[in-house]
């Protein structure tokens, strides 16, 4: 039986979702919130949103509960060498820069994904960083999300036909083993490499994360009203380094919130840089 998201359900989780992750379902995004919660709602065999929000919040089992909603309610669609102006940019000018400063420091390069998904595009950028200098790298990249179940998925670099759908022949022959249904990172491209929770809206974030070179944040602050992107946007800064730069999806800017970031253009691509002083 179809149970219906009263208002008063809907409020409640709309302002617990904004103030947990940052995500925003507007009224014209009712009935997908809606259709994201009824499948825990059911299998739980909970008689309303209202019992389902109750689980999540104070429930002694609340821990696994929130985990399975924030899987469903967040979007995990990703695909390796996605923008790939963003990627050009990157091997062409970005990290020959940032190398430099990173042995000047005697550091690693940090490179940080944010919402990071299962990982689709952090390995993308380990092969990046690999094809621009061939050889060890010193070069440390952080996957970071909100979605437990999808950072299990990431550790373990395993991967089907959909996400490798913008991979050709010869660079899946390059970078993946087939195994079984599917294709698994070469342990080549996971040297470096980490997971991490971690939630950009967070008061407490960016944490213990050091200062990064590059940010990828692609395709997530179109999920946040513009108290959200505010939080993201100031949150962000203080994980780039001076003089780094923080890349986002094509789709979005900063445009519409105060930001200290400096816009930087290149043909087809708007990213940004934290100024050095």
Not at 70 to 77: A, D, G
Not at 113 to 132: D, F, K, N, P
Not at 137 to 159: H, K, M, N, S
């Amino acid at each position: 039986m179809r149970v219906p998201l009263k208002d008063d359900e809907y409020r409640l989780f709309s302002e617990w979702l904004v103030q947990e992750v940052g995500l925003w379902f507007g009224p014209e995004r009712r009935e997908i919130l809606r259709g994201r919660l009824e499948p825990l709602r059911a299998e739980l065999d909970l008689p309303s949103f209202e019992r389902l929000l109750f689980h999540a919040r104070y429930h002694p089992s609340r821990a696994d509960v929130r985990s399975r909603l924030l899987s469903s309610l967040t979007n995990n669609e990703s695909y390796f060498f996605r923008e790939t102006r963003h990627l050009e940019l990157l091997r062409d000018e970005v990290l020959p820069e940032v190398r430099a400063a990173a042995r000047s420091e005697g550091r690693p390069i940090r490179i940080l994904s944010v919402g990071c998904a299962a990982g689709e595009e952090v390995y993308t950028l380990a092969i990046a960083v690999r094809q621009t200098f061939p050889g060890l790298v010193d070069v440390l990249i952080i996957g970071v999300d909100v979605d437990t179940a999808a950072l299990e998925r990431a550790q373990e670099g395993f991967y089907r036909k959909h996400a490798l759908r913008g991979v050709g022949d010869a660079e899946r022959a390059a970078y993946f083993q087939e195994e079984g249904d599917g294709w698994r990172i070469r342990p080549e491209y996971r040297t470096g490499v980490e997971f991490r929770y971690g939630n950009v809206v967070a008061g407490d974030w960016p944490g213990e994360l050091d200062r990064q070179d590059v940010v990828f944040c692609r395709n997530l602050l179109i999920y946040f009203d513009d108290g959200g992107v505010r939080r993201a946007a100031e949150n962000l800064y203080q994980v780039v380094r001076p003089g780094g730069y923080l890349f986002l999806g094509h789709a979005e800017s900063l445009s519409r919130v105060p930001s200290r970031f400096v816009t930087r253009r290149r043909p087809g691509v708007v990213y940004y840089e934290r100024p050095e002083v």
